[in-house]
């Protein structure tokens, strides 16, 4: 399997534009997690989604910030406008039917930077 | 709520010596699971070892082992025999069951370690 894969690994954007981050979790998985990860305020949860569904999007810091998952192959993050202080890494993990010994499988992150 | 607490920000340790990382929980769910989680200057994050909140045993993979206590609430790392490819970030993150709270993985603020030649 090749793993969860995030794409793109790096974007640089100006500030007021849309930003797009795709997620294409491991096969078989059913949950699905975005993180944004600082300096400051270490690895944040923003949105969980279980068997495509939403579950959890408490995390989601405002409005801009939008997150779909239309099937269970494919999940996207979207920010609009995007701002400064958007710039982070952005992490995608899925995980694997309902026990609570299953591991998350961390994507390699997109590093986004918006000037 | 959940939260995880790892209260050490940076951490150093000789090569080929043990290390302990610290990691206390709060949680009310009856079952949950325990992890750590590396993550090196290159950023990827990479799973080393789970523990359950039912099982009698401390978890051990290779050099990892978690040394666990429920009573406290801890879920510390102990490393053994140190390398220097164990500098990284570490990070402990908690799984709720799914049924008294969602089954989403939380993380902790993680500790850096680095190993000294």
């Known amino acids: 399997d090749a793993g969860v894969i995030q794409s793109p690994r790096h974007e640089v954007t100006e500030m007021g534009q849309e930003v797009t981050l795709r997620c294409k979790p491991i096969?078989?998985?059913?949950?699905l997690f975005w993180y944004r990860q600082t300096m400051m305020r270490g690895l944040e949860l923003l949105i969980y989604?279980?068997?495509?569904?939403?579950?959890?999007d408490s995390g989601m810091p405002e409005d801009r910030f939008s997150a779909k998952m239309p099937n269970a192959s494919f999940s996207t993050l979207k920010i609009q406008p995007s701002e400064p202080r958007d710039s982070a890494v952005y992490f995608c993990a899925s995980e694997g039917p309902g026990q609570v010994n299953t591991e998350a499988f961390f994507g390699q992150g997109t590093r986004l930077t918006v000037v | 709520a959940q939260k995880i607490t790892q209260t050490q920000p940076g951490m150093f340790v000789q090569e080929k010596e043990a290390v302990t990382l610290d990691c206390t929980y709060d949680t009310s769910d009856p079952s949950y699971g325990l992890f750590w989680y590396k993550q090196p200057s290159s950023g990827e994050m990479i799973f080393l070892i789970y523990q359950g909140s039912y099982d009698q045993q401390n978890a051990t993979e290779g050099r990892y082992s978690l040394n666990f206590q429920k009573a406290r609430k801890s879920a510390n790392l102990v490393i053994s025999a140190s390398q220097l490819g164990d500098s990284a970030m570490y990070f402990c993150a908690m799984r709720g069951d799914g049924i008294t709270s969602y089954d989403k993985v939380i993380f902790g603020p993680g500790t850096s370690l680095s190993v000294i030649p």
């Open positions: 096969s078989g998985h059913n949950s």
């Open positions: 989604f279980n068997n495509n569904v939403p579950i959890d």
